[in-house]
C-alpha cells in the first residue's frame, strides 16, 4: 500500500471542498471496497478524507411520505430498520443478499452505491483494463466473461455493477442528494447516476469532482409484493450472475429492476407495462439489443426463468 495523507472532515460541504483541492484525494468511510483495492494497488489515492463524523447516519421520514437515508446508514441498520422492512422489503431484501454480516455492519449507503465492478481483469494489474488504466484495452472481451454485461456493453467495457442495493434503489425510484465542493447542493435521480461505460468506462457515476453524496430519499410506499431474487454461485457471499428487484402490486402493474446484466441496475420502464403478459412479455423488451457472448448467453433464459418464478411468488 502507497503512502497517502488522512484528515478527517466536520461537515460534507467541507468533505467534498477538501477532496476536490486535492489531486487524487477519496472520501473513505467503511472503507469495505476502497481498502482491499488501495492493498492491490489498483486505488491509489494520496489523500484520504474520513466522513465518518459527519452525523449522516440517520433515517427519517420525509414530508411526502417517504424516507430520507443518510449517506453513512450501515447496510446491517437499513436492512433491519422496521420502516424499510414494511414499505420497502424489496430494499431490505437485497442488502441482506449482499455480502456477509461482517460486511454490512460496516458498509455504507453511499460507498455502496459507489462500489466498483468485481471483473477479475480489474482486479488483474497485470491484465488491460479501460476502466482501471484508460486506452489500454479489455481483457474480459475475448477472455472469461461467463459473469460480466450484455446490456448497455462498448467495445471499451462489458463489466457490471456489483451493488444488490442499487438494483433495489433503482426499481424504488430513489434520489440521490449531494453536495459540492462549493456548498452548493442537488438531487439526482437514481435512474441517472450511474453511467453505462461508452468510451470512457473509468467514469461510473455522474458525480462532479469532489462531490459528496449526503442522503437517498425513497418516495412514499408504492405497496405491492416486494421480491429479491439473486441468482449466484454459491449460496452467499457471491456477486449476482443476474438479480431481479421486483415489485408487484395487485392490479398487474409493477417495478422491475435488473442487476448483473449491465455497467448500471438495469431497468426498462416499457417492458415493466408486460408484467400482466408474463416474464417472457416482459424480457423480450427488457432485454431487446442484449449483446451476449457464449459464456455468457445463458442470461438471457436466466432472467426469464427468474422473472417467472417472481410473478408466480407476487400473485401466490
Known sequence: MRAFSFERATSPAEAAAAVARTPGAKFIAGGTNLLDLMKLEIETPTHLVDVNDLGLDKITPTDDGGLRIGALVRNTDLAADNRVRRDYGVLSRAL???????????????????????????????????????????????????????????????????????????????????????????????????????????????????????AVTLPRPIGGKHVYHKVRDRASYAFALISVAAVVRDDGTGRLAFGGLAHKPWRVEAAEAKIGDGAKAVTDIALAGAKTTPQNAFKLPLVERTLGGILTEARA
Not at 481483457?139 to 438494483?167: E, Q, W, Y
Not at 437514481?190 to 469532489?210: C, S, V, Y
Request: hydrophobic letters at 35%; one cysteine or more.
Open 96 to 214: 441482506l443478499a449482499g455480502a456477509s454480516g461482517q460486511l454490512r455492519n460496516k458498509a455504507t449507503t453511499a460507498g455502496n452505491l459507489l462500489q466498483r465492478t468485481r471483473c477479475p481483469y480489474f482486479y488483474d494489474p497485470a491484465m488491460p483494463c479501460n476502466k482501471r488504466k484508460p486506452g489500454s484495452g479489455c481483457a474480459a472481451i475475448g477472455g472469461f466473461n461467463r459473469n460480466l454485461a450484455i446490456m448497455g456493453v462498448s467495445d471499451k467495457c462489458i463489466a457490471t455493477h456489483p451493488s444488490d442495493m442499487a438494483v433495489a434503489m433503482r426499481a424504488l425510484d430513489a434520489t440521490v442528494e449531494t453536495v459540492k465542493p462549493d456548498g452548493k447542493t442537488r438531487a439526482i435521480p437514481i435512474a441517472d447516476f450511474h453511467r453505462l461505460p461508452g468510451d470512457t468506462p473509468q467514469i461510473e457515476t455522474n458525480l462532479q469532482p469532489g462531490e459528496c453524496i449526503t
